[in-house]
């Protein structure tokens, strides 16, 4: 059987926490992907979902100093899950993309939708 655990996404950065761990970086960014569609009566919708990306800096993510909010961004990664215990006692899932490249968008025209 193959496995696959994929994740592409382009969208716009609404925040980034960088963190270090010895010689290693790290980001956590807040990307922000939007689907648009028309509803039934014709009207122009946009759907925002909003992902955890985490970045580690290296052979294939460079840069992340030039990550700020309001860049536009192409992720590839993969889905990661972790189960924790909130402060309050509750169990939670927090679902994460796991980058392995990050590219910034220059062009803005790759990152328009068709209606």
Same mark, same amino acid.
């Given at each position: 059987? %193959? @496995?696959l655990n994929k994740v592409e996404l382009k969208g716009i950065v609404g925040n980034v926490r960088m963190q270090t761990?010895? %010689?290693s970086r790290m980001a956590r960014i807040g990307l922000a992907t939007n689907y648009a569609y028309k509803d039934r009566e014709? &009207?122009?919708v946009i759907d925002t979902s909003w992902h955890n990306v985490i970045a580690w800096e290296g052979r294939n993510i460079q840069s992340l100093d030039k990550i700020g909010k309001g860049t536009k961004l192409h992720v590839l990664g993969r889905i990661r899950y972790q189960n924790y215990t909130g &402060?309050?006692?509750v169990d939670?899932?927090?679902t994460d993309i796991v980058a392995? @490249?990050?590219k910034i968008i220059e062009d803005p025209s790759?990152?328009?939708y068709e209606m």
């Open positions: 059987m %193959e @496995q761990f010895d %010689e014709g &009207v122009a &402060v309050d006692g939670r899932t927090s392995s @490249q990050i790759l990152m328009s």
